[in-house]
């Protein structure tokens, strides 16, 4: 879906700075009833509208009271940062302004998570395989609450959400339009920590990254301009869809974008996606007043599939440069982040088109295992596919050895090489030659070099780069467990001695 620009628009932007303006005492459009706010060891940010020159007071009734001291509402607006409160609830916070009050009810403490992207992170419950059986679960997490940002554009920074699409709830019937991966994710996170998870979804189906960067983080990148195209504008969900967030302290993120730069922008994909992580950490810990971390980990998922049997080399380009071309995250440009390898989930038959699998059950349990390790630090959780560590290369043979135990089934054409001659001159463009598995032990694979004339040639390898690698959890090469797929990758190598 394509996002334009128009009068509309503006008319919503200047709405929402007017009714901040009417000197009413209010929460600002994401505080509600039923809400999550962020727990200790971060202290949660509250803010709101009042009349200039009063003094707000907030306080908490629940299992633990505080009152804070009195703020001044200044331009319109006040805001308070509260003592840290451990996981749990409910509590009601009020906010007082001389004889009027305000109250949200049934607030919990627990992480709270941001959801973002485009359609893939937009596809909702109903959509998914067993959707009836998932919906019908969410009655057993009412610590799980979930909040979505309505769908708008700006040209300018926003300080507010022009409108909400779902305010707070506790899922029960509300849950069919919610995003899919966002709540399965913050489902399997409640059932491993055991306390209240806020789920926040803001994210809009066929965009690309830039809509969602600043210009800050597009200038990094040389993508700063006022360019305007069938994807979209520069910069305008991040001002009007994650700008207006900036003051509320969360835990951490994940996102599903990608497929939307396939064709636009995808070599700079290794600089902006990195450049836009880095920002949004920079913007969300000084907009919180550094409560949410500077750090706070990002998670990710690698696009899945779209075309099958296309020789297009988008897909794999986009997933490499995912992880700024290093083939797996967290990495020493892209740290405190976590992926989910999703291109052995392909859906030949989904109805609404193959580029939006039905499997979001994978996708949201393979995030779960990188938020347990990076997010949590809880030991012993695998959540990395194999990856090459050493590799050498024969007159006859190239072996790769792995990080970690590997699971292989045989394949003539998932491992390719490049037979240029020619060291550190294998790219896309390159003529790539099939590399049939040929053995493999505990932690190696080793690939035939036999279509390289003459033998011993091979200068690139790389692993399942296709649009469409292998059929549904049928990838040659996994952990030793079966669960976790191995990334792809691609390398140059130094050419054997003939």
């Known amino acids: 879906m394509a996002i334009k620009l128009n009068c509309c628009s503006a008319i919503i932007a200047l709405f929402a700075s007017l009714y901040a303006c009417d000197g009413n005492l209010d929460f600002a459009s994401y505080y509600g009833d039923h809400m999550v706010l962020q727990k200790s060891p971060e202290r949660a940010v509250l803010w709101g509208y009042g009349p200039d020159g009063a003094q707000v007071t907030v306080s908490l009734s629940g299992p633990f009271t505080q009152t804070t001291l009195p703020v ?139 809509s969602w960067s600043s210009s800050r983080a597009l200038h990094q990148c040389g993508l700063d301009g006022t360019e305007e195209s069938s994807k979209g504008s520069n910069s305008v969900l991040w001002n009007a869809m994650i700008h207006p967030f900036l003051k509320m302290t969360i835990k951490g993120a994940i996102w599903y974008q990608g497929e939307s730069n396939v064709d636009y922008h995808q070599e700079e994909y290794n600089c902006s996606f990195p450049a836009m992580i880095d920002d949004w950490r920079m913007a969300f810990h000084q907009g919180s007043g550094g409560q949410t971390a500077s750090d706070f980990p990002f998670g990710f998922v690698q696009i899945s599939t779209y075309k099958r049997g296309s020789i297009d080399d988008g897909f794999p380009n986009i997933r490499w440069h995912q992880t700024a071309d290093t083939g797996f995250a967290p990495n020493p440009r892209m740290k405190r982040t976590f992926m989910a390898v999703a291109m052995d989930l392909p859906d030949e038959t989904s109805p609404y088109e193959t580029i939006h699998p039905r499997d979001k059950q994978d996708v949201a349990y393979r995030l779960t295992l990188g938020a347990r390790a990076v997010a949590y630090g809880e030991k012993g959780v695998s959540f990395l596919g194999p990856f090459p560590k050493t590799t050498l290369v024969t007159q006859v043979y190239l072996n790769i050895t792995y990080d970690q135990p590997v699971s292989v089934t045989p394949s003539n054409e998932i491992f390719e090489i490049c037979c240029s001659g020619l060291e550190a001159q294998c790219g896309p463009l390159s003529i790539w030659v099939p590399a049939a598995i040929m053995e493999w032990g505990p932690t190696t694979v080793q690939v035939s070099t036999s279509m390289c004339q003459p033998p011993g040639r091979v200068t690139g390898l790389r692993y399942a780069w296709w649009d469409w690698p292998c059929n549904f959890k049928a990838c040659p090469i996994y952990s030793a467990s079966g669960v976790l797929p191995a990334p792809p990758f691609t390398m140059n190598l130094s050419p054997a001695n003939t």
Request: charged share 15%; hydrophobic share 40%.
């Open 72 to 210: 001044n509402v200044t331009k319109g607006t006040w805001r308070v940062t509260l003592e840290p409160v451990e996981a749990g609830g409910p509590y009601n916070v009020t906010a007082a302004l001389q004889d009027t009050t305000i109250v949200l009810t049934d607030v919990l403490f627990g992480d709270v998570w941001l959801c973002g992207g485009q359609s893939n992170m937009a596809f909702t419950m109903s959509q998914i395989f067993n959707a009836s059986e998932e919906l019908d679960l969410a009655a057993h997490y009412p610590e799980v609450r979930i909040f979505t940002a309505a769908l708008n554009q700006n040209k300018t920074e926003m300080t507010d959400l022009a409108k909400v699409e779902l305010p707070w709830s506790v899922p029960k019937g509300n849950l069919h339009n919610f995003s899919a991966v966002c709540w399965l994710f913050g489902r399997y996170m409640n059932d491993n920590l055991k306390y209240p998870i806020g789920l926040v979804e803001s994210c809009w189906g066929g965009t690309p990254v830039e």
